[in-house]
């Protein structure tokens, strides 16, 4: 007789741009997964969120989602926050997602990992790239030898979004505002001026790349340096940077971010 199993019970703290767009879709499309409980600092964004993803529990405080019966949490709020909800979620046994950078700094990710580990309970990080299909492409021609003996890998990341104090962004949240809509938080803009985050391009985007090299190596690394530049006037944190890493096979891997450049500023050719 073919036994009948429950569907895994999720829940979201952090209901914004991420989650909505993201994280909620999939889990609603997945047959084996129910998002039970919903928890949001602002709460028109818990309310949108179970409004959208009908049978959500509409929670008021991270203790209430906790105490919904879950099997494991997604974590998709601002960075320094994911610590204690991690560590939380731990201490009642629940399995957790944590969108990544999974902390502001490494004490608090070792921290985090060690309750995880304590608890006996997993803890996944959204290193989302590595399921994209060129780099599954890459890595299995890794793999497979196809490529000869791997000495170097390198990762960059080239991306001038607008200045967050253009006339254009500026009109946008005036716009918004008249809307009631906060487009600073929609479209993420608080990571790259808000202090609390712990750092600029190299901790958003630069964490995906410096995985992307974990990932393609098999190997964590044993020594790195870097350095970091804060050329744009418009954001709090760093818009250039370079991370060196070497692994202990001797591979040479190194990751480049720059929101300054774009690709008629590059030299070289093109195609």
């Known amino acids: ?5 429950r569907k895994a019970r999720f829940g979201v703290i952090g209901c914004g741009r991420v989650a909505r767009r993201v994280h909620m879709p999939y889990l609603s499309a997945n047959p084996g997964a129910e998002i039970a409980a919903a928890y949001d ?3 028109e964004n818990t ?8 049978g959500a529990r509409r929670c008021s405080s991270p203790e209430e989602l906790f105490d919904a019966g879950l099997d494991a949490v997604l974590i998709c709020t601002p960075n320094w926050v994911r610590r204690e909800l991690t560590l939380a979620a731990a201490e009642r046994g629940i399995n957790v997602f944590c969108e990544k950078p999974m902390a502001v700094t490494a004490d608090e990710c070792a921290e985090m990992v060690g309750a995880c580990e304590r608890a006996g309970v997993f803890l996944q990080v ?11 492409k890459a890595k299995k021609r890794v793999m497979s030898g196809t490529l000869g003996e791997v000495s170097q890998v390198c990762a960059t990341f080239f991306n001038p979004p607008a200045r967050l104090d253009s006339p254009l962004v500026e009109t946008a949240k005036k716009w918004g505002a008249r809307l009631g809509i906060d487009v600073e938080a929609k479209l993420g803009l608080w990571a790259m ?4 985050t ?4 190299l901790l958003e985007m630069g964490t995906h790349l410096l995985d992307f090299l ?3 190596t098999g190997e964590a690394p044993a020594s790195w340096s870097g350095f970091v530049n804060t050329k744009r006037t418009d954001m709090t944190w760093e818009d250039q940077g370079t991370l060196v890493v070497k692994f202990p096979s001797g591979i040479i891997g190194t990751v480049e971010i720059n929101s300054s450049v774009t690709a008629d500023n590059l030299i070289g050719e093109k195609g």
């Open 41 to 43: 600092a602002n709460p």
């Open 198 to 201: 712990g750092g600029g391009m």
């Open 47 to 54: 309310r949108a969120a179970c409004a959208r993803f009908g």
């Open 214 to 216: 974990f990932f393609l």
């Open 1 to 5: 007789m073919a036994v009948r199993r």
């Open 193 to 196: 001026t808000d202090r609390r």
């Open 126 to 136: 959204g290193m989302c790239k590595r399921f994209d299909a060129g780099i599954v």
